[in-house]
């Protein structure tokens, strides 16, 4: 009997699925994802990471045997928009603004009040087709156009009736 054995070698510059990229699909689907998705995604190794992203996608997919994701495309276009629109220390995503817009996508009407004698800033947006209607109240506290989260009437969100107290202006 005659064995042929030939050597081949497979080089590989680097994981395919890096460490870094891992850490920022994490932060881009920190607000959309589950607990159950998040605790997963910890525990698992580089190779896991990678499948569990296609699998958190492919569930998503409202048209799945097509290109195109609508649910990805979508979150990805609402990423873009508040890396561009809501800056300061805790810019885009990691802003109050930035987090809601990220969750709820954008607001079917804003009400801004600019600084008046006696009021800080905020604005009021209004989403009529969650839970019914809800509303997220964002007030300027320091007048550095960072805008903080103060009450919400949406479920699991910040709610503080009493809000109003937080935009008198003190002389």
Known sequence: ????????????SGPLFTEKQAQR?????????SCEEMALYDKSNLTGRARLEKW?????DPTP???RN???????????????????PKRG????????YTIYGPPDDVERRLQSMGEKPYEIWHYFQIEGGVIFIFV???????????HSTAMGEI???DWKRWISVSW
């Open 56 to 60: 958190f996608w492919e569930k998503r």
């Open 70 to 88: 609508e649910v990805q495309e979508e979150h990805y276009r609402r990423l873009a928009y508040v890396q561009q629109h809501f800056k300061g």
């Open 140 to 150: 300027d506290l320091q007048g550095f156009g960072r805008y903080t989260l103060l």
């Open 159 to 161: 709610s503080d009736p």
């Open 65 to 67: 045997g097509t290109r």
């Open 1 to 12: 009997m005659y064995v042929s054995e030939k050597q081949f070698w497979v080089w590989q």
């Open 93 to 100: 995503i990691g802003s109050d603004m930035g987090r809601v």
């Open 25 to 33: 699909f994490a932060d881009d689907v920190k607000y959309i994802a």
